[in-house]
């Protein structure tokens, strides 16, 4: 049974950390307006639902969650990435990944799942048998390959671990993150980790691959303007040498 709109939004106000009066005020309502909205005395506007789903800065999936909740028709629909409508998006993407060669890259979902990559990414994730379809959440906490090539495991998990948070932060609630979070919390806290003073300019993850260590520094991009769910959230890594052993070794290949 769907959640009453007054109890979502509830929800999402409490993670964000905002009270009603904060919220109110943000939105431009009066704090009873918004009390009656979330005990279901009063029935949101459209308008009003897409107001404070901006002040709450809910990504699509949640505004739709919203909309339905209030009986609303949902701001974002989900395609496919085949189809015609997302041609200039599929291209963009595509081109990213092809023209960062010699240097890898991947685009994955929300769930790390890989669902393209470029050759030298193909080259450096293969060893381990990682492939397009595969989870790089999974990979890391269970592929023994990959755990076994990072010089660094313990600081890539840490890294990880910091955001697969903010992540999950910005998505509300999620049972795949969730689960990763937990099991990384767990590795820290048998680690003994603790908060490091200050973090260097560059975290790079360190892959020893055929007797040498490769060692990359990431950067992320995202579509923005766009009315498809699923393409809001796609995310194109791509991993670029933090020293000159590594970039001379991807421009040998």
Same mark, same amino acid.
């Given at each position: 049974?769907?959640?009453?709109?007054?109890? /979502?939004?509830?929800?999402?106000?409490?993670?964000?950390?905002?009270?009603?009066?904060?919220?109110?005020?943000?939105?431009?309502?009066?704090?009873?307006h918004l009390s009656f909205l979330e005990s279901g005395r009063s029935h949101p506007s459209?308008?009003?639902?897409?107001?404070?789903?901006?002040? @709450?800065?809910?990504?699509?999936?949640?505004?739709?969650?919203?909309?339905?909740?209030?009986?609303?028709?949902?701001?974002?629909?989900?395609?496919?990435?085949?189809?015609?409508?997302?041609?200039?998006?599929?291209?963009?993407?595509?081109?990213?990944?092809?023209?960062?060669?010699?240097?890898?890259?991947?685009?994955?979902?929300?769930?790390?799942?890989?669902? !393209? @990559?470029?050759?030298?990414?193909?080259?450096?994730?293969?060893?381990?048998?990682?492939?397009?379809?595969?989870?790089?959440?999974?990979?890391? @906490?269970?592929?023994?390959?990959?755990?076994?090539?990072?010089?660094?495991?313990?600081? /890539?998990?840490?890294?990880?671990?910091?955001?697969?948070?903010?992540?999950?932060?910005?998505?509300?609630?999620?049972?795949?993150?969730?689960?990763? /979070?937990?099991?990384?919390?767990?590795?820290?806290?048998?680690? *003994?980790?603790?908060? !490091?003073?200050?973090?260097?300019?560059?975290?790079?993850?360190?892959?020893?691959? *055929?007797?040498?260590? @490769?060692?990359?520094?990431?950067?992320?991009?995202?579509?923005? *303007?766009?009315?498809?769910?699923?393409?809001? !959230?796609?995310?194109? !890594?791509?991993?670029?040498?933090?020293?000159?052993?590594?970039?001379?070794?991807?421009?040998?290949?």
């Open positions: 049974m769907a959640e009453a709109f007054g109890a /979502v939004l509830k929800k999402w106000r409490g993670l964000r950390r905002m009270s009603q009066m904060q919220l109110a005020l943000e939105a431009g309502v009066s704090a009873r459209r308008g009003m639902v897409l107001r404070l789903c901006d002040e @709450l800065q809910l990504p699509g999936a949640a505004r739709n969650q919203l909309l339905t909740a209030a009986g609303l028709a949902p701001a974002y629909a989900t395609r496919a990435l085949e189809d015609a409508d997302l041609a200039p998006l599929r291209q963009a993407a595509e081109r990213m990944l092809q023209r960062h060669a010699p240097y890898p890259a991947m685009m994955i979902d929300r769930h790390w799942q890989l669902l !393209e @990559l470029n050759q030298p990414a193909k080259l450096l994730l293969g060893a381990a048998g990682i492939t397009k379809g595969s989870s790089l959440i999974d990979a890391l @906490l269970d592929n023994a390959a990959l755990r076994a090539a990072l010089d660094n495991l313990e600081e /890539v998990e840490r890294h990880s671990l910091a955001r697969l948070r903010t992540e999950l932060a910005h998505f509300g609630a999620d049972p795949v993150l969730e689960r990763a /979070v937990a099991r990384l919390q767990a590795n820290a806290a048998a680690q *003994g980790a603790v908060p !490091e003073a200050a973090l260097p300019a560059v975290i790079p993850a360190r892959y020893r691959l *055929g007797g040498q260590v @490769l060692s990359f520094f990431s950067a992320i991009t995202q579509f923005g *303007g766009t009315g498809d769910l699923a393409m809001s !959230e796609l995310r194109i !890594e791509m991993l670029f040498p933090s020293d000159e052993e590594t970039r001379a070794a991807l421009a040998g290949l």
